[in-house]
């Protein structure tokens, strides 16, 4: 192996030289993004760190998503019991 580098330790002890030797050769082919890439990945990341991370008014969608479900709720069993309008 070429010293100082390190592949995977979980290679087999007999591993063959040639597969190492690719391995060196496609990490020190692999492409690297353009610098502007980097700082505009770089930007918007730091971006959506300062962006508020629930919505203004979480509470009230909390409460009108629980009202919304036990509304179903509540319809579903008068159905099962033959009431209303869907109940037959």
Same mark, same amino acid.
């Given at each position: ?6 592949i ?6 007999g !591993?063959?030289?040639e597969?190492? /030797?690719? *391995?060196h ?8 993004? #353009? &610098?502007? +890439?980097?700082?505009e990945?770089?930007?918007r990341l730091?971006? !959506?760190?300062?962006?508020?991370? /629930?919505p *203004? ?9 629980? #009202? &919304?479900? +036990?509304?179903?709720?509540?319809v579903?069993?008068?159905s099962? !019991?033959?009431?209303?309008?869907l109940?037959?």
């Amino acid at each position: 192996m070429i010293p100082g580098r390190d592949i995977r330790d979980d290679l087999e002890p007999g !591993a063959p030289e040639e597969l190492i /030797r690719l *391995a060196h050769r496609l990490e020190d082919e692999r492409p690297v993004p #353009s &610098a502007a +890439f980097r700082g505009e990945l770089r930007r918007r990341l730091l971006a !959506a760190e300062s962006s508020p991370s /629930r919505p *203004a008014r979480l509470r009230l969608l909390i409460t009108s998503y629980a #009202s &919304a479900g +036990f509304a179903l709720l509540a319809v579903g069993a008068a159905s099962a !019991a033959g009431l209303g309008p869907l109940g037959t």
